[in-house]
Nanobody, 115 residues
Framework: QVQLVESGGGWVQAGGSLRLSCAAS????????MGWYRQAPGQQRELVAT???????TYRDSVKGRFTISRDNAKSTVSLQMNSLKPEDTAVYYC?????????WGQGTAVTVSS
């Protein structure tokens, strides 16, 4: 069974930092690209960052230079370091493991950035 468990969310003032982590089942992590998504209240879920099995990364424009995605293959974890946080970064953040024919989601972790 595939499991993705996010952690690290919380409350922070604008300008602060948080680090999100997602622990994945070993049976899926090594073969999967990983992504972080977020969904703000009343909004659609949006892609934040991705990292391939080889370590190539992509970011949405609004987080470039502030967020960093990384993966630790030995620990089957993917992380999202979020710096210079803004109120508009407030959302529930979700981890996803995906491949050509599958998507698996975590349960999400809430991030609140106060102004």
């Amino acid at each position: 069974q595939v499991q993705l468990v996010e952690s690290g969310g919380g409350w922070v003032q604008a300008g602060g930092s948080l680090r999100l982590s997602c622990a994945a089942s070993r049976n899926i992590f090594s073969i999967s690209a990983m992504g972080w998504y977020r969904q703000a209240p009343g909004q659609q879920r949006e892609l934040v960052a991705t990292i391939s099995t080889s370590g190539s990364t992509t970011y949405r424009d609004s987080v470039k230079g502030r967020f960093t995605i990384s993966r630790d293959n030995a620990k089957s974890t993917v992380s999202l370091q979020m710096n210079s946080l803004k109120p508009e970064d407030t959302a529930v953040y979700y981890c996803k493991a995906y491949g050509p024919r599958y998507n698996y989601w975590g349960q999400g972790t809430a991030v609140t950035v106060s102004s």
